[in-house]
C-alpha cells in the first residue's frame, strides 16, 4: 500500500485544492477537517506524512505538531502558513518542524516538499525494521528456560503481545520481569512506539505524579517548563510502571482513571488528553494477597489483573539453571575477551545448591565473576593465574570495575548513594570510572529520552 499524506485543513476550498494537488502529483491522500479528527488514527506506525495548516479552530497547526511530536518525532510534519505567521513558523522549524510553506504557493513547491518528506518517513521505518529484525534475531533479551513452566510462559508472551489488554508481571527480585515486559512490548504492534519505564518506588511522592502525568509551566513551584508525562510518552507505545506496590495510595487513585479512561489530564491544566497505552505493571509480592498487599488498592490491584504472568523464582525451577549460567558465561567470555573457563566441580555444586535469592541476575553476576576467575567464596581457593588467564593486578583491577558496576547498578546510577555505599571520595570515585571506561549514565534509572518534554 502507498504511504499516505495526511491533509489538515479546516477550509473546505482549501483542503479540496490541495488534496486535488496532491492527487495529480500521484500521492495517496486522506483528507480531514481538523486536526483532531486525524489524531484518531495517526501512531508512531504511520508510514506517511501530515501536511496541515497553522490557523484553524481547536487544535491548531502547531499543537497539532506537539501531539504528533510527543508519540513520534521522526514523523514529518508541513505546517501550511498565512501571511502574518512567517516567524512563529521560523521558530517551528526550528523545534523540529520538517517544512513550512507560505501561502499563496505554487503546486510545485507543495509536492516537492511532499516527496522528500515521504522519503524521509520511509528511511526512518526501514531503520526501525532493520533494528527490529536484528533485535529479535540476536539474542538480545531472550527469555531462556526449558522447563515446562518457561516454556509456557513464552507461549502465553506470544499469545498476548498483540492484545491490547493490560498485564501484571509478578515474580522476584531479579527473576525477569523487566525482560517479560519488554518481550510483550517487542511482539507487540507497538514495537514502534516507546517503552517507557517508570519505577515507582524510586521516586519521591512530590515527583512521580509530574513524572506521570506532566505539567504546564507554572503548575507548582519549581515547574519553569512545560513537561509532557510518561504516560503521554508511552502513547502508542508500552507503559512500564515497575514496583507498582510502591505507588503512593493518592497516585493509585489517579491511575486507577487512566486505566479506566484511557486519558490523562496533566498538573496545572484541567485539559484532558487522550492517550493510547498499553500498561505493564511489575510487582515483586502478591497483590492478590490482602496481607501483602497493605494499603496498595484493591480496585487498582483488580483493574490490573487482567492477566497476571506469573515467573517462578529460579529454586522452583531448577532444571533451567545450567542452561542460564552456560549462556551468562558465554556471554562474560566473549565481553571480557577470555575463552570460557571450565566449569569446575565446585562451581557446579554452587549451581544446584545455592539458593539463588537474586535469581537470574544473582545467577547472571555469578556467571561473570567465573569468567573472570575472581569467584573464590565457594570454599575452593581462587583459581590460580595460570588457569584464569589473568595475573593478580589485572585481577584486582577487573574486580574493582566489577564492584563499581554493581554498586552503580544498586544505586541505579545515583552517585551520591553510590559513592556513599563505595566508601570512597568522589573525585576517586570518578578517576576510578574514567580509568575503567564505565558510564555512570548506563546505570542511571531508564527513561525514554526527554525529548518531547520541551
Ligand atoms: N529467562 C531469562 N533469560 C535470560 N536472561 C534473563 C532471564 N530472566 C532474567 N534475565 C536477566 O536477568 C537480569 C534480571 O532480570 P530483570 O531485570 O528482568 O528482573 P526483574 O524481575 O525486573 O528484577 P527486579 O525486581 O529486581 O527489578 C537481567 O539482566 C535479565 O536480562
Ligand atoms: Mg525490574
Known amino acids: 500500500m502507498q504511504p499516505t499524506v495526511y491533509l489538515v485543513d479546516d477550509d473546505n476550498h482549501l483542503r479540496k485544492a490541495m488534496t486535488q494537488t496532491l492527487e495529480l502529483a500521484g500521492l495517496a491522500v486522506t483528507p480531514f477537517a481538523s486536526a483532531a479528527e486525524a489524531l484518531k488514527t495517526l501512531d508512531a506506525n504511520f508510514d506517511g506524512v501530515v501536511v496541515s495548516d497553522i490557523r484553524m479552530p481547536g487544535i491548531d497547526g502547531l499543537a497539532f505538531f506537539r501531539r504528533i511530536e510527543a508519540f513520534d518525532a521522526d514523523l514529518p510534519v508541513i505546517l501550511v502558513t498565512g501571511h502574518g505567521d512567517i516567524p512563529m513558523a521560523v ?9 513550512f510553506i507560505p501561502k499563496p504557493f505554487a503546486a510545485d513547491r507543495l509536492v516537492q516538499s511532499v516527496h ?34 518457561m516454556e509456557r510462559l513464552r507461549q502465553t508472551i506470544r499469545h498476548i503481545a498483540d492484545t491490547d489488554v493490560d498485564v501484571l508481571v509478578a ?13 510483550l512490548h517487542n511482539w507487540s504492534r ?8 517508570l519505577n515507582c518506588g524510586a ?10 502525568f506532566g505539567h504546564e509551566q507554572g503548575a507548582f513551584t519549581g515547574a519553569l517548563k512545560k513537561r509532557i508525562g510518561r504516560i503521554e510518552h508511552a502513547s502508542g507505545g508500552t507503559l512500564f510502571l515497575d514496583e507498582i506496590e510502591a505507588m503512593p495510595p493518592a497516585t493509585q487513585v489517579k491511575m486507577l482513571r487512566v486505566l479506566e479512561a484511557r486519558e490523562i489530564t496533566p498538573l496545572g491544566t484541567n485539559q484532558v488528553r487522550p492517550v493510547d497505552i498499553r500498561v505493564i505493571a511489575a510487582a515483586k509480592i502478591d497483590l492478590g494477597d490482602p496481607a501483602q498487599r497493605g494499603d496498595f488498592r484493591e480496585d487498582l490491584y483488580f483493574r490490573l489483573n487482567v492477566v ?10 531448577r532444571d533451567d539453571i545450567p542452561l542460564l549460567f552456560s549462556h551468562f558465561l558465554t556471554r562474560a567470555a566473549e565481553r571480557f575477551k577470555r575463552d570460557a573457563p571450565v566449569v569446575t566441580s565446585a562451581v557446579q555444586r554452587h549451581l544446584m545448591t545455592h539458593a539463588w535469592p ?11 565473576r567465573v569468567a573472570l576467575g575472581v569467584e573464590g567464596p565457594l570454599g575452593q581457593p581462587i583459581a590460580p593465574a595460570e588457569q584464569s588467564g589473568f595475573a593478580l593486578p589485572e585481577r584486582l583491577e577487573r574486580y574493582e570495575a566489577e564492584i563499581l558496576k554493581e554498586v552503580l547498578r544498586a544505586q541505579r546510577g545515583d552517585v551520591k548513594a553510590t559513592i556513599e555505599a563505595l566508601g570512597i571520595p568522589r573525585k576517586t570515585f570518578y578517576d576510578k570510572l574514567q580509568r575503567h571506561g564505565i558510564n555512570r549514565a548506563d546505570y542511571a534509572e531508564r527513561a525514554a529520552p526527554e525529548k518531547a518534554g520541551r
Open 308 to 317: 497476571t504472568l506469573s515467573i517462578p523464582p529460579l529454586r522452583e525451577r
Open 190 to 197: 507497538r514495537r514502534n512506539g516507546n517503552f517507557v519505564a
Open 358 to 368: 537474586g535469581n537470574v541476575r544473582e545467577l547472571s553476576h555469578f556467571a561473570e
Open 116 to 149: 522528500r518528506a515521504l522519503e524521509k518517513r520511509r528511511l526512518v521505518m526501514e531503520n526501525r525494521a532493520l533494528k527490529r529484525a536484528a533485535e529479535t534475531a540476536g539474542d538480545n533479551l531472550p527469555l531462556i528456560g526449558q522447563t515446562p513452566v
Open 171 to 183: 515474580g522476584e527480585t531479579g527473576s525477569g520481569k523487566e525482560v517479560v515486559a519488554t518481550l
Open 203 to 212: 521516586l519521591p511522592e512530590t515527583v512521580i505524579e509530574s513524572e506521570l
Open 91 to 99: 521558530q517551528a522549524l526550528q523545534d523540529g518542524v520538517y517544512d
